[in-house]
């Protein structure tokens, strides 16, 4: 089960449209409860840019499953940690860095994989076009041809 406690399927009832774990659905009161935080605290690392939920037409603001894991995150190197906000900001941020460095990885090997298969399949047509009734001849020792051609006007 994703967090939010929606299944692989999602929810829509049919309507063309999926909640996942990044889909923002809860106000600002149920992410608190949720997180185990006060809304203003909420509030107030919305303000940092530690926590940046979606919002509504209205400016309301909307959480998603992953905004509560990263609430949570925030709160256990606060508290466990004992990390301040600022250097919690640098860590989420070098976070989001890695993992996007972690993604173009894949898309470059991905694009390498594809480079790779197409060289393949070219390298392939070329062999095939090969002229098959061709024979390569490899020259050995002792079997070279000799051409014999008698000088004219020689008289014996």
């Known amino acids: 089960m994703r967090p939010g406690?929606?299944?692989?399927?999602?929810?829509?009832?049919g309507h063309g449209f999926e909640i996942?774990?990044?889909?923002?659905?809860?106000?600002?009161?149920?992410a608190a409860q949720l997180s185990g935080l006060h809304p203003q605290?909420?509030?107030?690392?919305?303000?940092?840019?530690?926590v940046s939920p979606d919002r509504t037409a209205g400016r309301g603001r909307r959480y998603s499953a992953r905004d509560i894991v990263q609430l949570r995150e925030v709160q256990r190197l606060s508290?466990?940690?004992?990390i301040n906000l600022a250097g919690i900001k640098r860590i989420l941020e070098l976070e989001n860095q890695v993992l996007?460095?972690?993604?173009?990885?894949a898309e470059?090997?991905?694009?390498?994989?594809?480079?790779?298969?197409a060289s393949a399949r070219r390298e392939a047509a070329v062999h095939a076009s090969y002229?098959?009734?061709l024979v390569p001849v490899r020259p050995q020792a002792g079997t070279a041809l000799v051409v014999w051609k008698p000088r004219r006007g020689?008289?014996?």
């Open 5 to 13: 406690g929606f299944g692989g399927g999602g929810v829509g009832g």
């Open 20 to 30: 996942d774990e990044t889909s923002p659905v809860y106000v600002i009161s149920v």
């Open 41 to 50: 605290t909420l509030r107030q690392y919305d303000r940092l840019g530690l």
């Open 79 to 82: 508290q466990e940690a004992g």
């Open 100 to 105: 996007a460095l972690r993604m173009r990885v």
């Open 108 to 117: 470059m090997e991905h694009a390498l994989h594809e480079a790779t298969d």
């Open 131 to 133: 002229r098959r009734d």
């Open 154 to 156: 020689r008289s014996d």
